[in-house]
């Protein structure tokens, strides 16, 4: 009996690892199809991808609460299409998750190309810290919170300076403040960590 009992506990911890690197790759491709989903202008796709009370703040500008709240952010963003460029690439993610209670977190950056034909072109950088639940047997977005770390001019270069955030979308305001006050570069800011050590 101590043989089988050793066996299946064994198999427990094979089947919690593998479920552990299953949501680990689902997250990940949650979070690039959002990030591609934006950079498309297919603000309802990447709306569906929040949970049914998710929240998104994103650059200070307050939090939007529900998922057709961040569904009516998203369609207040400028119109994807000629001569329009959104570039938002997610890169370094470092989740946490607890697979039992459907719950993670989780830290990305994002380095992003934003323009306009004719207009202005701009890079930028930014730090995600997300939270993320598994709703209806799918993980989705529970809290998308963007800090901009900086925009700058293309043709001018970040050593001229940063732009300032823009801290309102026209006709849709937020639900609820943002979480705290900063300004992007020249001024630094880190974005708060959902933990304490890598």
Known sequence: MTE????LER????????????DYRELVNLQGAYGYYVDKGLWDKAADLFARGGTLEIAGRGVYVGRERVRGYLHRLPPYGHGTLYNHMQLQPV??????????????????????LGKEGRWGEATYENEYVREDGKWRIASLHGIINFYAEYDEGWHKGGVPLLRSTKGIEPDRPPSFEYEAYPEPVIAPFHYDEP
């Not at 089988?4 to 066996?7: E, H, Q, R, T, V």
């Not at 198999?11 to 919690?16: C, F, M, R, S, T």
């Not at 989740?95 to 306009?116: F, N, P, Q, Y």
């Open 95 to 116: 989740l946490h998750i607890d697979s039992e209670a459907g719950t993670a977190k989780g830290r990305w950056r994002t380095l992003m190309m934003v323009g306009w």
């Open 4 to 7: 089988i009992a050793g066996l």
């Open 11 to 22: 198999i427990e911890q094979l089947e919690a690892r593998a479920r552990a690197a299953e």
